[in-house]
């Protein structure tokens, strides 16, 4: 069964500086993989995937992803953070040939101004 | 608009009432899903409909009854609810099978209260 892991519950970010959110993942295929982001009181906005190809995917807001098959990773990256970036931001997995889509715990980033 | 619509966006209901969530997707997806979301828990898989046929129940109390109607609606039918299932219900959609689009687009939730 597949599975994700967000190993920060919170991580905080000056505005202006590179921000990183942590995902591994676990699949018995190969993965498709999501990251979406959570803002109060509203449902999951997709950002970016990773199906196949390049290890680096960009996606919406200036965000970007790299898949790490060997590390069974996929980090969340942008180069220099906003205070409207301060949200909740979730991993998700999919196995390829399977229906079911599974998320992580889920990562509150704060951007200090 | 992700062109996923739940309705009603709030409800707060007794113990033993009777009442059903709705979500309708204009995507032409084939896949539609229910999540459950709590305070400081992860993001849980209820249901999931596959070409209208319920391919996962994730061991959910029989207490939440789901109902897939046609490949555009989804709903989960709440009776005899407990104050702990109170929490924001997701529902999603996605494009499975060979091809198409494979992320999920999810609706805004429904924020359910049980008193």
């Known amino acids: 069964a597949q599975s994700v892991a967000q190993p920060e519950d919170q991580v905080n970010v000056a505005e202006g500086n590179p921000l990183t959110v942590k995902c591994t993942y676990s699949v018995s295929g190969n993965p498709y993989l999501f990251w979406y982001v959570q803002y109060p009181n509203r449902g999951l906005q997709f950002l970016l995937k990773?199906?196949?190809?390049?290890?680096l995917v960009k996606g919406s807001y200036g965000f970007e992803a790299e898949f790490n098959k060997s590390q069974t990773s996929f980090h969340l990256k942008k180069p220099s953070a906003l205070v409207s970036d301060s949200a909740l931001y979730f991993c998700?997995?999919?196995?390829?040939?399977?229906?079911?889509?599974?998320f992580g715990k889920g990562t509150r980033l704060h951007i200090l101004p | 608009e992700t062109g996923v619509t739940q309705t009603p966006r709030h409800l707060v209901m007794g113990m033993t009432n009777k009442k059903s969530l709705k979500c309708e997707q204009h995507l032409g997806h084939n896949a539609m899903y229910w999540y459950k979301q709590s305070a400081k828990k992860p993001l849980e898989l209820m249901f999931v409909y596959s070409l209208e046929e319920r391919v996962e129940n994730n061991s959910v109390p029989s207490r939440f009854s789901p109902e897939c109607p046609n490949s555009s609606h989804l709903f989960l039918h709440l009776h005899t609810l407990q104050p702990e299932d109170s929490a924001l219900y997701l529902c999603a959609s996605s494009q499975v099978g060979t091809g198409g689009i494979t992320e999920a687009f999810f609706g805004q939730g429904t924020r359910l209260t049980v008193v």
């Open positions: 990773y199906i196949t190809g390049d290890n």
């Open positions: 998700a997995v999919r196995d390829m040939g399977d229906d079911k889509i599974i």
